[in-house]
T-cell receptor
Framework: GQQVMQIPQYQHVQEGEDFTTYCNSS?????IQWYKQRPGGHPVFLIQ?????EVKKQKRLTFQFGEAKKNSSLHITATQTTDVGTYFC????????????FGSGTKLNVKP | GAVVSQHPSWVICKSGTSVKIECRSL??????MFWYRQFPKQSLMLMAT?????????EQGVEKDKFLINHASLTLSTLTVTSAHPEDSSFYIC???????????FGSGTQLSVL
């Protein structure tokens, strides 16, 4: 069945260091979304990538969608303590826009 | 931004009883709502997808007779855990999407503990 794998599961960084999380789908996706869940909170939408090879930036966050639309990454430059949380990707398969398959999430901890 | 309200935030119940969880979209019409289960330190596991006025579509392995989903209006979906058992204890969270919208808006979740 449809699967979206996400690595790493945890990442501990010193404030100012960079951070990257990767998602890989077993099948080609229509689009991929990224969400952030703060400790004790609920997931909040960050961005959606639709086009093959697409790159989008939000301040220190850079999101990429692979050429084959099967993988994606989120890169944070110079992490801050406010970046702490769990980052999830959610893949939407082709032909079924009501399906969101979430990756297992990467929990980011930033030490000041 | 759009708000999704989920109630209750936490509930403790005895084994064998049923528990209803509500998910409301407060400022938009949610044509589609999703129900997830999240185990500690794990991802969101999609349980079912519901469209207003129609039967929910359940994911493989999710018992539809145990997890009853109703989406009677464009602003309300409910999940009823029937005859709950300790293994049903988990964090349940809903999300909603409006017509033609791309993003999901999540409720704050419900922590269910079955004794």
């Amino acid at each position: 069945g449809q699967q979206v794998m996400q690595i790493p599961q945890y990442q501990h960084v010193q404030e100012g260091e960079d951070f990257t999380t990767y998602c890989n789908s077993s099948t080609t996706l229509s689009n991929i979304q990224w969400y952030k869940q703060r400790p004790g909170g609920h997931p909040v939408f960050l961005i959606q990538l639709v086009k093959s090879g697409e790159v989008k930036k939000q301040k220190r966050l850079t999101f990429q969608f692979g050429e084959a639309k099967k993988n994606s990454s989120l890169h944070i430059t110079a992490t801050q303590t406010t970046d702490v949380g769990t980052y999830f990707c959610a893949g939407v398969p082709r032909g079924n826009f009501n399906k969101f398959y979430f990756g297992s999430g990467t929990k980011l901890n930033v030490k000041p | 931004g759009a708000v999704v309200s989920q109630h209750p935030s936490w509930v403790i119940c005895k084994s064998g009883t049923s528990v209803k969880i509500e998910c409301r979209s407060l400022d938009f019409q949610a044509t589609t709502m999703f129900w997830y289960r999240q185990f500690p330190k794990q991802s969101l596991m999609l349980m079912a997808t519901s469209n207003e006025g129609s039967k929910a579509t359940y994911e493989q392995g999710v018992e539809k007779d145990k997890f009853l989903i109703n989406h009677a209006s464009l602003t309300l979906s409910t999940l009823t855990v029937t005859s709950a058992h300790p293994e049903d204890s988990s964090f349940y969270i809903c999300s909603a999407r409006g017509q033609g919208a791309e993003k999901l808006f999540f409720g704050s979740g419900t922590q269910l503990s079955v004794l």
